[in-house]
């Protein structure tokens, strides 16, 4: 049978000979979530991965689930940009990682602000990670913004970057899958869209930024929604 891959380009593999290797994780389980959604139900949206880091779709009721659709490659997920989304329930597997890759593919459906991506702790001094679309400036003071990754720690932002439809030759067309790659290694911050490094406008931090994820106390993950001390942002 095939290997699928989940790239976005279907350069499946063909298994040969009686033994092969699992591509997850293999020998140093850094693979921490994997959700390719092509094995969800109706309530859960399964992570591939060895660590089982299981999405909910929303709260269990009608009105916060997004709708399974098709993407560039098997399933993905349409949200609403009011109150559809996944919750990722164990977040303990991603505190205090201060290195790392994460790579997503999406489209937008309007020119509106939208959250791919937040982790958040819901009491205290904020502190939260976020990924999101744009339609001039998430930030409030960055003009042309398309794509906007920050990162705040005990109420101070460390690290906001956004590329800009100046950097992009343009701005993201609705309805076109994009590949986002986000790297965070012992050197810094890199971004990739569709496979190319696009150099970010810096607000806060700048290339050197070790900005990924929380870095304590996380105790929320999801997509598609903004939760920040406790309320939450459509």
Do not use: H
């Not at 003009?143 to 990162?151: D, V, W």
């Amino acid at each position: 049978s095939d290997v699928k891959d989940y790239s976005g380009y279907n350069n499946n593999g063909t298994i040969s000979g009686a033994l092969w290797q699992r591509y997850l994780n293999e020998d140093n389980n850094s693979l921490v979530l994997l959700m390719p959604f092509d094995s969800d139900n109706s309530t859960t949206a399964i992570d591939a991965s060895d660590y089982k880091n299981n999405g909910v779709l929303g709260n269990l009721t009608a009105g916060t689930q997004p709708t399974l659709t098709a993407g560039i490659t098997g399933n993905a997920y349409s949200f609403d940009g009011n109150n559809d989304f996944i919750n990722i329930t164990n977040v303990n597997q991603f505190n205090n990682l201060t290195r790392g890759t994460i790579e997503l593919w999406f489209k937008t459906g309007s020119k509106s602000e939208g959250v791919i991506l937040e982790t958040s702790r819901s009491s205290g001094a904020a502190n939260y990670f976020i990924i999101e679309t744009c339609d001039d400036a998430c930030s409030g003071s960055m003009s042309n913004e398309q794509i906007f990754i920050s990162k705040t720690l005990a109420g101070t932002t460390i690290f906001a970057a956004g590329i800009t439809s100046t950097q992009l030759g343009g701005t993201i067309d609705n309805n076109k899958w994009y590949s986002l790659v986000y790297v965070v290694n012992d050197t810094g911050n890199a971004f990739y869209l569709n496979g190319v490094n696009v150099i970010p406008t810096y607000q806060n931090g700048n290339a050197q930024t070790l900005a990924f994820l929380n870095s304590t106390a996380m105790n929320e993950m999801a997509l598609g929604k903004l939760t920040v001390a406790g309320s939450t942002a459509t």
